[in-house]
């Protein structure tokens, strides 16, 4: 059974630092990965989605790896902003339709 | 146009209340989606229909039940429901209806907050 895990759980970091999120998996056969934003009470928005084939994906200030022998993805946010506070969810696509979501990390940028 | 737009934003209902859940989207996709997500908890498979069949059921109880009357909508029926059920109600859709596509982005509405009472 596919597992999903997000590490840490919660981060506070100020202003303008760089940081890294980080999303394990425990069955490396899966079609994507993609990271989602949610802000609280919300819906999620898509951030990167990166196929199995792929090792990484970036869009503006944000790099997302994937190493699916190791079972690991990461998000990059460079130069984070208090508008980047959030949680980050990281969810794997299996057989099918089925998507398996981490747990997520609350991210909290001080000004 | 990549929006999924869910109505209402807000219910709440009574245990032997009859409601139903709306969700929409026009951008031609195939696949759509009914996720529960609780309080600081991952969002929740429960149900995906593709070209407007059933597709994949999660063993979701019979209190709940999904309605995709064409390619555009999506419904889900709620009667008879436990406070435990109260939660965000998440849409989501993506471009076709065959599984394994593995470039496919899922697009997220932005959730109906129910409240059972």
């Known amino acids: 059974k596919q597992e999903v895990t997000q590490i840490p759980a919660a981060l506070s970091v100020p202003e303008g630092e760089n940081l890294v999120l980080n999303c394990s998996f425990t069955?490396?056969?899966?079609?994507?990965l993609q990271w989602f934003r949610q802000d609280p009470g919300k819906g999620l928005t898509s951030l990167l989605l990166?196929?199995?084939?792929?090792r990484e994906q970036t869009s503006g200030r944000l790099n997302a790896s994937l190493d699916k022998s190791s079972g690991r993805s990461t998000l990059y946010i460079a130069a984070s902003q208090p508008g980047d506070s959030a949680t980050y969810l990281c969810a794997v696509k299996t057989g099918g339709f089925k998507t398996i979501f981490g747990a997520g990390t609350r991210l909290f940028v001080k000004a | 146009d990549t929006e999924v737009t869910q109505t209402p934003k807000h219910l709440v209902m009574g245990m032997t209340n009859k409601k139903s859940l709306k969700c929409e989207q026009h951008?031609?996709?195939?696949?759509m989606y009914w996720y529960k997500q609780k309080a600081k908890k991952p969002p929740e498979l429960m149900f995906v229909y593709s070209y407007e069949k059933l597709s994949i059921n999660e063993s979701v109880p019979s209190r709940f039940s999904p309605e995709c009357p064409n390619s555009s909508l999506l419904n889900l029926h709620l009667h008879a429901l436990q406070p435990e059920d109260s939660a965000l109600y998440l849409c989501a859709s993506s471009q076709t209806g065959t599984s394994g596509r593995s470039q496919e982005t899922q697009y997220f509405g932005p959730g109906t907050r129910l409240l059972v009472l």
């Open positions: 990166i196929q199995s084939s792929q």
């Open positions: 951008m031609g996709h195939r696949a």
């Open positions: 069955d490396s056969a899966i079609y994507n």
